[in-house]
């Protein structure tokens, strides 16, 4: 009997062969078939297999029964071979019926009597079971066996293989999505902050009571809407100027950093701002503006980011 030990040293005999064709065909080859190397990929990929099927055929194959092994008969059984003699039928086995000689007191068979005995086996022919029929159908051979599941792990490595890499290309391409939005964000946010620094160092010009005047955004106070007009806070002078325009015209003309819009009729200097509540909000020059109930959560987030 065989011990555990030999069991599974005979158990790791058989799979290391598959083992090293798997690990070649991983490390190896499918890199080439990946980058498209075909012309290096199919034939080592097929000297590989025919090495593998080397072994299956030759070196991995046991020793098969009916090719004859040490200590096995080989060929037909020595009653059928050419020029031997059967054995006896059991016919034969009994004496001849002419050297059977009669019992005292008994008269001698005629001539052509066989007598007829109790048990008597049939002929030879009439013992042969039928054969079973031959439907042309043999086993697998173990060493093709062997062959085709090496070219399965060899498919199903490439496969597998193909299926991680679509998953590491398809993070990949989300990664570079992901990163490309951040930087469309920050582009944005600096073409953003150079056309709010170049709002704040021109000076906006108005025409009012017949002249133009010209005033810094940072000077500008408050704004406040009146119809069609707006009265415009600034520093340089104590009197508004009320000039004809829109408030949304105005507030592409400022920039967005530093004003907001706080009610539907006022807009404001963030940075001219000295309190703040949750409903108005107290400027440099002691004004009180209101907030309008759609602005105070948008105009609490900027006075939060500004603070």
Known sequence: MQGPDNNVMGVMIQILPYLLLLLLHHFVLAPLFFKKKLFVYVPVTLALLTAFGFYCFKVGNPQDFRQGGP???????????????????PDDMRPPIDSMAPMDGMMPPPDGFRPSMEGERPPMDEMRTPMMRDDHRRPMRPEVMKLLIGLLLVLVDLGVMAYLRNLHTEKQVDDLRAENQKHQQRLEEMSRNAANLQKAET??????????????????????????????????????????????????????DRFARVHKSYIVN?????????????????????????????ISDRLKANS
């Open 71 to 89: 200590g096995q008969f080989q060929g037909p059984p020595p009653m059928m071979q050419r020029g031997s003699e059967p054995p006896p039928r």
């Open 203 to 256: 000076e906006l010009t108005f025409k009012t009571d017949y002249k133009q005047v010209r005033v810094k955004p940072d000077n500008i106070l408050y704004i406040e809407g009146m119809g069609e007009y707006l009265k415009i806070y600034h520093l340089d002078a104590a009197t508004p100027l009320v000039v004809l325009m829109s408030m949304k015209r105005i507030l592409e003309q400022l920039p967005d």
């Open 270 to 298: 963030l940075n001219r701002i000295i309190n703040n509540s949750r409903t108005q909000i107290t400027m440099e020059n002691a004004s009180i503006i209101p907030i309008g109930e759609s602005y105070r959560v948008a």
